[in-house]
């Protein structure tokens, strides 16, 4: 495939310094789960705008963004951007579904320069990330409002601060351990931050980041959910502490949470539903409404009454072996159920009636398929990594848009290299860098080189959920910054910026309609501040909570240190 000139840039600064290293390393393993999708290559610099496109033969790459050097986070922005955001038209699956292996590809047969100049600026609003409803957690992708596209933008929450300049707020340095440790699990409220921590779920007060209240756990967390409902959220953790004959107890313990009073409302385990005495072991939890439901990778679920914790259901192992290795909550619940055996694998995503489990829409992928993951669940959204042409251990080729009945609307491939998006290896609902709002997934191109021949950027692009084709939408991340979504504000987007070596990370609002840029957050660019913010990163091996003015980036992991740098559980910083 031939490619495209790049666009033309104004001169870049580059970065001339290299990036701090990340204490604990991006994406430390996960040992109760599968651990999270190697870092990906990053993808090389975008050609100018298609003019044309015309459809290739399966197996030649889709119109995106060739690779290039590797490096992360160092962007730029173009004075007048070429619009590499064009739509381009989906693949389209076999007769009669089940999204095939073969996809149609497209190639770039003209190119044309279309200047754009991005003005920053315009109304703003910061929702918190479910148009005003209190039970869906910030900063997940299925807390994205509404998949309808004909429905009203609505302005988000979060009021643009009266300087963005932000400073620190309170840091709180990592305990001290000797191993790989997780501490998956943080959640903002208005008034109080919560974070795991070893065998334990501290709140923290968000004026200052005095410790407010401080949950003890019988041993350590291995899952949790970002989802929130009636002020309560679900934890996974194992029933007893490591010993070196039992290093890793079985991760069996379910527990909520109540995070304005820091109690623990109930916690518990079962028996699996097709006989055996020893409780279920789990990988995730998730949480609907009323309803928690966890599973396995190896199969085994069970779901609970929020309030006080009675079973409500439990999948049985059926004698296609058909088991539920997985569940995605928010507004609703479904799940990712795999029958048959290794290697021929058949998977059925599936909404559930959260009260019974019993199945109301199932759509059956591609023979050979062996993980699929949930983005969003109203819309329903499904990715998986068809073929294996996901690069970079990115875990995702492809997604799948499906109706309530179990029907596909959409296919959307995802060109390897191409895009930013990311799913855990194994873990059902473990995706990043992709958002769900204005019936669309906004979805970040892989970065590439900018003007200078050092300096990186990307864009935030997205696609229509109910055709699959590419929008015209597009926000540049600017100059040596990356820019990766957390979470929509009513039908705008907040973004985390990367920084280059000289500055500090940036949060955004995006405007659905126009796509313009308004700045909620800067942080300071001393060298200290900075090491300490850009040792997160907004993927697997970190959690980044915005929410009224105050950014909180936290592990998901601790492990021993290895530089004598100083290391964190969290960061925060705060705008006035």
Known sequence: MSTPPPPSQP???GFGAPQDPP?????????????PAAPAGPPAPPAGPPAAAQQQPAGQPAYGYPQADPGYGYPQQPAAPAQYGAPV???QPPAGGGGGDKRTQLMIVGAALLA????????LWYASGDGGKEDIAQSDPSASPGGDKNQAFAPGTEKVPGNPKSKILYNQPAPAVTDIVSVNGSWLTDNTYVKSDVSKVVGYNVVDGGKKWEIPLAGEICGATPHVSEKKTAILFRPAQPTAENKYPPCTEVGVIDLETGKLVWSGNIKSANGGDKPVQFSEVTLSGKT??????SGGGAAWNLADGK???QPKVDGESCR???YAGGEALAAIRKCGQHPNYTLHAQLLDPATGAPTGSYKLSQGIEYAHIVSTKPFVVAADVGDNAKGGKGVSDLFVVDPKGELKARIPLAAGSFAAKCGSTDVEKCSNMVVGNGKIYVPSAEHQGQSPTGRTNELLSFDLETGKQTTDRADAGERYTMYPLRMDGSNIIAYKVPPYDKGGQIVSIDGKTMKETLLMENPADKDIRRAETSFSPDFSSELRYRGGKLFMSKQNVSKPYSGDPEYLFVSFTAS
């Not at 754009?116 to 109304?123: C, R």
């Not at 928690?292 to 990778?297: E, N």
């Open 324 to 326: 539920d290795t997985g």
């Open 89 to 91: 038209p989906p693949a």
């Open 311 to 313: 079973n409500l259901w």
């Open 292 to 297: 928690v439901a966890a599973a396995g990778v």
């Open 11 to 13: 001169p870049s600064g």
């Open 116 to 123: 754009i100049v991005l003005i920053v600026g315009g109304g």
């Open 23 to 35: 204490p604990g390393g991006f994406g430390a393993p996960k040992p109760p789960a599968g651990p």
